[in-house]
């Protein structure tokens, strides 16, 4: 009888060892779709699958989404003449908290609100900050954490050139 209670604990644990590896590589596969979401001027803002995108996913409350603001704000215009779209996309968190931090901020780039959570849902975000790398559709790169000036520019590099 304990014989078969290890053989079992060690089979369940195998079988969510493969469960973990297989969802984790499923979740580098999202596939993007279009998708609009409301700006901090409440205009509908579409996100296009196709081209070079990247989504910054942040809330005020985060400090390391705090510490890569400057860096997403520095690198928005040279990305955007490369034809690389950057959207931050606030989760889940008022419009006038929103509004407020990126006044304070002097933020340049679009920022967009994702205040269902919908979109952080469906690319499983689970760490804040995130951030996807998404060519013609598909999510090629995620970056969990903080991410620098010079990190964006090295991936962007790697995953769209």
Known sequence: MKRITQLSLVLLLGLAIVYAIFSNVSQQ??????????SLTGEGQTISASGNVILNFWATYCPPCEREMPALNAV?????AKSVQLYAINVEEPTKIVNQYVKNKDLDFPILLDRSGELKDAYAITTLPTTLFIRDGEVVHTVKGEITEPEIYELTKKYFN
């Not at 596969?29 to 409301?38: F, I, M, R, S």
């Not at 928005?76 to 955007?80: I, K, M, P, T, V």
């Open 29 to 38: 596969q999202v596939l993007a779709k279009d998708v609009t979401l409301h």
């Open 76 to 80: 928005y215009s040279n990305l955007q």
